[in-house]
Antibody, heavy 119, light 112 residues
Framework: EVQLVESGGGLVQPGGSLRLSCAAS????????MHWVRQAPGKGLLWVSR????????SYADSVKGRFTISRDNAKNTLYLQMNSLRAEDTAVYYC????????????WGQGTLVTVSS | DIVMTQSPLSLSVTPGQPASISCKSS???????????LYWYLQKPGQSPQLLIY???SRFSGVPDRFSGSGSGTDFTLKISRVEAEDVGVYYC?????????FGQGTKVEIK
């Protein structure tokens, strides 16, 4: 069974940093692109970032470029999102999702982890 | 960026009746490989999104056959043949052909 479990969310002050993790199991993690998608409270879905299967290629939404860094450790079956210079508008539930091909969508999502940026 | 536009944004349906959601993209989602990268997701209350339909019309594993997708190019439709109580939530279309991946605004489906 494919499982994606996010962790690392919490309350952080504006300008602060946080690192999210996504632990994957039930599939060959190193074979798949992975993505982060976020959802602000009461809002829709917004794609944040993606990384290819070996970690050699990454992409970001304009709103997080230069502040967020996606990475992965295929030996640990874990995806990461390092978030720096956080702003109030980054407040959201952050989901990791498995890529379903490239190009392609997402087939499995984690349960999400809430990041709140507030003083 | 590709803009995805859904309609309607909300839908109230009597159980057993059909429902239909439209999704239009600002660019064609037809790839040179012949596939069209349009996806449908359902986010049930308090849950993460789940994949319903991939590449316009293919049902994902475990998705009931009352859900069907159709369309081509820039115009797509998700149909529920007979809505059940468990189908409530917000439905999103998403394009998977270009980065950034982009979603429609979501269509909230409730039961009358």
């Amino acid at each position: 069974e494919v499982q994606l479990v996010e962790s690392g969310g919490g309350l952080v002050q504006p300008g602060g940093s946080l690192r999210l993790s996504c632990a994957a199991s039930g599939f060959t993690f190193s074979s798949y692109w992975m993505h982060w998608v976020r959802q602000a409270p009461g809002k829709g879905l917004l794609w944040v970032s993606r990384i290819n299967s070996d970690g050699s290629s990454t992409s970001y939404a304009d709103s997080v470029k230069g502040r967020f860094t996606i990475s992965r450790d295929n030996a640990k079956n874990t995806l990461y999102l390092q978030m720096n210079s956080l702003r109030a508008e980054d407040t959201a539930v952050y989901y990791c999702a498995r890529g379903y091909g490239a190009p392609g969508g997402f087939d499995y999502w984690g349960q999400g982890t809430l990041v709140t940026v507030s003083s | 960026d590709i803009v995805m536009t859904q309609s309607p944004l909300s839908l109230s349906v009597t159980p057993g009746q059909p429902a239909s959601i439209s999704c239009k993209s600002s660019q064609s989602l037809l790839h040179s490989d012949g596939k069209t990268y349009l996806y449908w997701y359902l986010q049930k209350p308090g849950q993460s999104p789940q994949l319903l339909i991939y590449e316009v019309s293919s049902r994902f594993s475990g998705v009931p056959d009352r859900f069907s997708g159709s369309g081509s190019g820039t115009d797509f439709t998700l149909k529920i043949s007979r809505v059940e109580a468990e189908d409530v939530g917000v439905y999103y279309c998403m394009q998977g052909i270009h980065l950034p991946r982009t979603f429609g605004q979501g269509t909230k489906v409730e039961i009358k």
